[in-house]
């Protein structure tokens, strides 16, 4: 199975930080990693697919980079509405598997 | 509007069973892979079981494997999880998402319904 690495696991940041999330798979992936967002209690949300590609609908200040194995979630000027957990997810081969989430609070 | 709306959550004994069903609505059901994922209270999200369009090929977790049984009901436009011999640890929030493909790799899942709660304890 693929194991993925979410660092931090939080982080404290202010509106108007640039933040950004690391998601480390133990094997290459290509560039099958997703990014999700999850606020307490509702549903996760799609923001980035194919490691780079943003989900209709989704602000731009949000970005996604990498490929192989290392892989960034960045956050330009985090806005109220942002603070959330956040996921990584491989879905290069099954069992499909997530990373420990990243919690950014204030 | 894309929707998908979960049912059939509860508490259940260990070693009982439970039927989760998942409507969906909006799109075209038989087009899309779909699949099952479950949150334990206040941890993160882990993956169950997917199933491609047709349903004739299931994915399983480890964790899961031999007691949950996925299924899906293109003229209802249903998704199915059969749990079985649950146990404790099966407790969770179990989400049924939408994959925008017919398969479940390398893909993702951009539609997800609000969640049914199992809950399993004597």
């Known amino acids: 199975d693929i194991q993925m690495t979410q660092a931090p696991s939080s982080l404290s940041a202010s509106v108007g930080d640039r933040v950004t999330i690391t998601c480390r798979a133990s094997?290459?992936?290509?560039?099958?990693l997703n990014w999700y967002q999850q606020k307490p209690h509702k549903a996760p949300k799609l923001l980035i697919y194919?490691?780079?590609s943003l989900q209709s609908g989704v602000p731009s200040r949000f970005s996604g980079s990498g490929s192989g194995t290392d892989f960034t979630l960045t956050i330009d000027s985090l806005q109220p509405e942002d603070f959330a957990t956040y996921y990584c997810?491989?879905?290069?081969?099954?069992?499909?598997?997530f990373g420990g989430g990243t919690k950014v609070d204030i | 509007e894309v929707q998908l709306v979960e049912s059939g959550g509860g508490l259940v004994q260990p070693g009982g069973s439970l039927r989760l069903s998942c409507a969906a609505s909006?799109?075209?059901?038989?087009?899309?892979?779909m699949g099952w994922v479950r949150q334990a209270p206040g941890t993160g999200l882990e993956w169950v079981s997917s199933?491609?369009?047709?349903?004739?090929?299931?994915y399983y977790a480890d964790s899961v494997k031999g007691r949950f049984t996925i299924s899906r009901d293109n003229s209802k436009n249903t998704l199915f999880l059969q749990l079985n011999s649950l146990s404790a640890e099966d407790t969770a929030l179990y989400y049924c998402?939408?994959?925008?493909?017919?398969?479940?790799?390398?893909?993702?899942?951009?539609?997800w319904g609000n969640g049914t709660t199992v809950t399993v304890s004597s």
């Open positions: 998402a939408k994959f925008p493909t017919r398969f479940v790799t390398g893909t993702n899942m951009d539609v």
């Open positions: 094997q290459s992936i290509n560039y099958f």
């Open positions: 194919s490691a780079s």
């Open positions: 199933t491609t369009s047709s349903g004739l090929t299931t």
């Open positions: 909006g799109f075209t059901f038989t087009n899309f892979a």
């Open positions: 997810q491989q879905s290069y081969s099954v069992p499909l598997t």
